[in-house]
């Protein structure tokens, strides 16, 4: 069988993962209409009672330490902002739409730790620089790694074998699922997202997060995240099934003005704390 045939597949036939819930495009379809107020968009949110208590439960943890408790979705609207609130709720869909799934060759908790604090550290480094959207980041460090997940999920046996693979050879994993499948989970999580029909920027960043200078419409964005999952797997947060993990990219390094030790620095002293402080809030409904 040829290596698109094998790829196709993995997207064929009726699974819970091809999609995200409906109410995540009702929310977005509502936030995006000009015309929407927050009373309606709130609506939209309160249909569904999780989405509902996670958001309020994130809304009011210190990663945005509000000076008074938020108990309404129209508070939190008033607070957070559209954006923030769509991403968040993107956040917690996502998440949830995998909770409960055992897989005996990753571990879902530690896989979201790790995808969460990409996630706190994309945002954070973002910051840093000027005239960029932040907002925008936190989502695209989220949802990096999804194809990894997702072929941990429909192939557990042939990646079994792949990372053995890897073990054997000492090569990146990347590389031995490109000689064992033919292509490899950052393709795979660049065409889910596809399939989910999110942005294109998530879509660019899943592709190239191990070659962000590869990236053509999003290579700023897609760097930030290679920096911050870089230092998500230095650092030993969270977990996955990669053996040997690719090093920083010197190209993305110098094209962003970034160097290893400011880059460093700001993780240890804004994200580990802030991530501690937070991670909790988020995993909740992992």
Not at 28 to 51: A, M, R, Y
Not at 150 to 178: D, G, Q, R, S, W
Not at 231 to 259: H, K
Request: hydrophobic share 40%.
């Amino acid at each position: 069988m040829s290596n698109s045939s094998n790829f196709d597949n993995l997207f064929e036939g009726k699974t819970q993962l091809a999609t995200l819930p409906d109410i995540f495009y009702q929310l977005q379809d509502t936030i995006d209409d000009p015309d929407s107020t927050f009373d309606e968009i709130g609506k939209v949110i309160l249909t569904d009672p999780n989405l509902t208590a996670s958001l309020l439960r994130i809304a009011n943890s210190p990663y945005y330490a509000p000076s008074s408790k938020i108990e309404s979705v129209s508070h939190a609207l008033s607070i957070l902002g559209l954006d923030e609130i769509k991403n968040l709720a993107l956040s917690t869909l996502v998440i949830d739409k995998f909770k409960g799934m055992s897989n005996k060759i990753i571990s879902m908790p530690s896989f979201w730790e790790r995808s969460l604090c990409c996630a706190f550290s994309s945002k954070i480094f973002g910051e840093g620089i000027k005239n960029f959207d932040s907002e925008k980041i936190f989502i695209g460090g989220l949802l990096h790694n999804i194809g990894l997940l997702y072929l941990c999920i429909k192939i557990p046996e042939k990646m079994e074998e792949i990372v053995t693979y890897c073990m054997e050879e000492k090569i990146f994993l990347h590389n031995a699922e490109k000689i064992i499948l033919g292509f490899d989970h950052a393709l795979v999580g660049e065409h889910l997202l596809k399939v989910w029909k999110l942005p294109s920027i998530y879509q660019e960043i899943a592709k190239y997060h191990y070659h962000p200078f590869r990236a053509t419409q999003f290579r700023m964005e897609t760097s930030i995240v290679h920096f911050a999952a870089f230092y998500t797997r230095s650092y030993c947060i969270g977990g996955t099934v990669e053996i040997f993990p690719p090093d920083l990219d010197d190209s993305a390094l110098e094209s962003t003005g970034f160097n290893r030790s400011e880059l460093d620095a700001l993780f240890q002293k804004n994200v580990i704390p802030k991530f501690r402080k937070s991670m909790g809030s988020f995993l909740r409904v992992a």
